[in-house]
């Protein structure tokens, strides 16, 4: 299917009602339903967010979960995933043995789907989708931190990150690199490429960078 019929179709479902069961069952399908799901429904419910903090919904690959899991292997306590979409990283997270495994997701809809993805996975109720905008959370209880996000917000989100979180602390990105900041190790290639950064490191960095170097 061509962009202009996706684009066709988009506007079709916006000028239809659409119930949430049948939301569910389009964006369990593939990812022009995500498509459909984000130009057609999901994007008036960010019209609250500024503009430069919105952040389109982009479904994680089975391979960028694999890789994020990869960068916390061995860890425990607390994950978060920060625009946290259909829930997947989340609901890996908790399958790997982190608690709480929690995700912060704005949009309503998103947040059902988070939710039939943990019903149909036995999950139901042991993981934790909050409607919550992930600028406004407080993070200074979280070890560990996932991000799949534009890198237009990632400048702001470092700073969010560096004065909340604890020095333990581990922060992984997906498809893009924070801009400043020196990963401790990555994984995969491509779009599938993930980062960990760990924020004591991070922070021991910044500290010891002479004066009027540039970030």
Same mark, same amino acid.
């Given at each position: 299917?061509?962009? *202009?019929?996706?684009?066709?179709?988009?506007?079709? %479902?916006?000028?239809?009602?659409?119930?949430?069961? &049948?939301?569910?069952?389009?964006?369990?399908?593939? &990812?022009?339903?995500?498509?459909?799901?984000?130009?057609?429904?999901?994007?008036?419910?960010?019209?609250?967010?500024?503009?430069? %903090?919105?952040?389109?919904?982009?479904?994680?690959?089975?391979?960028?979960?694999?890789?994020?899991?990869?960068?916390?292997?061995?860890?425990?306590?607390?994950? $978060?995933?920060?625009? !946290?979409? *259909?829930?997947?990283?989340?609901?890996?997270?908790?399958?790997?043995?982190?608690?709480?495994?929690?995700?912060?997701? %704005?949009?309503?809809?998103?947040?059902?789907?988070? #939710?039939?993805?943990?019903?149909?996975?036995?999950?139901? &109720?042991?993981?934790?989708?909050?409607?919550? *905008?992930?600028?406004? $959370? #407080?993070?200074?209880?979280? #070890?560990?931190?996932?991000?799949?996000?534009?890198?237009?917000?990632?400048?702001?989100?470092? +700073?969010?990150?560096?004065?909340?979180?604890?020095?333990?602390?581990?922060?992984?990105?997906?498809?893009?690199?924070?801009? +400043?900041?020196?990963? +401790? +190790? !990555?994984?995969?290639?491509?779009? #599938?490429?993930?980062?960990?950064?760990?924020?004591?490191?991070?922070?021991?960095?910044?500290?010891?960078?002479?004066?009027?170097?540039?970030?």
């Amino acid at each position: 299917m061509d962009p *202009d019929d996706i684009e066709e179709l988009a506007v079709e %479902l916006q000028g239809k009602t659409v119930g949430g069961w &049948g939301l569910v069952q389009l964006a369990a399908g593939t &990812g022009f339903a995500a498509y459909v799901m984000w130009a057609g429904v999901l994007m008036p419910g960010f019209r609250r967010v500024p503009l430069k %903090l919105q952040v389109p919904y982009v479904p994680s690959s089975a391979k960028q979960v694999e890789n994020v899991m990869s960068l916390l292997k061995g860890r425990s306590g607390k994950m $978060v995933d920060l625009g !946290s979409g *259909d829930g997947r990283i989340v609901l890996e997270a908790y399958k790997q043995g982190f608690r709480p495994a929690v995700g912060y997701e %704005l949009n309503p809809w998103l947040l059902r789907l988070s #939710n039939y993805r943990a019903w149909r996975a036995g999950c139901y &109720g042991k993981v934790f989708y909050q409607r919550q *905008d992930l600028w406004k $959370v #407080n993070l200074s209880d979280c #070890n560990n931190v996932s991000v799949f996000l534009a890198p237009s917000v990632l400048p702001l989100l470092e +700073t969010k990150l560096l004065a909340e979180l604890p020095d333990e602390a581990r922060v992984v990105t997906g498809r893009f690199p924070f801009p +400043t900041w020196m990963p +401790t +190790t !990555s994984v995969g290639e491509g779009i #599938n490429r993930s980062w960990a950064y760990d924020i004591k490191t991070v922070r021991q960095t910044r500290h010891n960078k002479p004066e009027g170097c540039p970030e």
